[in-house]
């Protein structure tokens, strides 16, 4: 009995410190606020999300909520705002990790591009094209299905002025795929500044 306790243990741990590293990596970063964004992990039925308005920076033990993968609970009010999304996405894709961020310069061009499409090497490379979803005035709950079935064939999508939901087997993947798209986007607009385009 205390053996399979101290499993439990070192296994929530070790997942609690997965959510503390990428939340961490995404706020130092400057891709989400103090109390924006969003992360999430598929676990058997269930998905352990972060909760509503938590500072991903600084996530404690309390900060991630367990709910049903098909239905609502009691607990789940206390999860993300963005908890159906992730729902919609895990029902419709093999993703067993995902991230929702604020990356500026992505959610600057998704205002005026349909497709993100990265000229330097590291973004053709892992993020070769980032399409666009939504339209002014939509969030991602308005487009949950369209960004579930997006997800299917691109490893991260932008909505419309909103931001990017990234999807992976793994939460440190979906930080690279983040970061990858925001360096080239940053790249975009250095080069627009240069008359480049």
């Known amino acids: 009995m205390q053996e399979s306790f101290q499993e439990s243990f070192i296994a929530d741990t070790a997942i609690l410190s997965q959510f503390q590293a990428v939340g961490r990596g995404l706020f130092q970063r400057g891709l989400i606020s103090s109390h924006s964004g969003n992360l999430s992990m598929l676990l058997e039925d269930k998905l352990l999300i972060t909760r509503r308005g938590c500072m991903l920076g600084d996530i404690r033990d309390l900060d991630l909520v367990e709910t049903r993968l098909d239905r609502s609970d009691r607990i789940s009010p206390l999860a993300s705002s963005e908890l159906q999304v992730h729902r919609t996405i895990y029902q419709n894709t093999k993703s067993r990790a995902l991230v929702h961020a604020h990356p500026p310069h992505a959610i600057a061009l998704s205002l005026t591009e349909k497709v993100v499409t990265p000229r330097?090497?590291?973004?053709?490379?892992?993020?070769?094209?980032?399409?666009?979803?939504?339209?002014?005035?939509?969030?991602?709950?308005?487009?949950?299905?369209?960004?579930?079935?997006?997800?299917?064939?691109?490893?991260?999508?932008?909505?419309?002025?909103?931001?990017?939901?990234?999807?992976?087997?793994?939460?440190?993947?979906?930080?690279?795929?983040?970061?990858?798209?925001?360096?080239?986007?940053?790249?975009?607009f250095l080069l627009k500044s240069l008359g480049n385009h």
Do not use: K, N
């Open 120 to 188: 330097d090497g590291e973004g053709m490379g892992l993020v070769p094209s980032v399409p666009v979803l939504g339209g002014a005035g939509i969030t991602p709950r308005d487009i949950a299905d369209p960004i579930a079935e997006a997800l299917r064939d691109y490893p991260i999508v932008l909505v419309y002025g909103y931001g990017c939901f990234a999807a992976s087997q793994l939460l440190e993947e979906t930080l690279l795929w983040i970061t990858a798209m925001e360096e080239s986007c940053h790249i975009l």
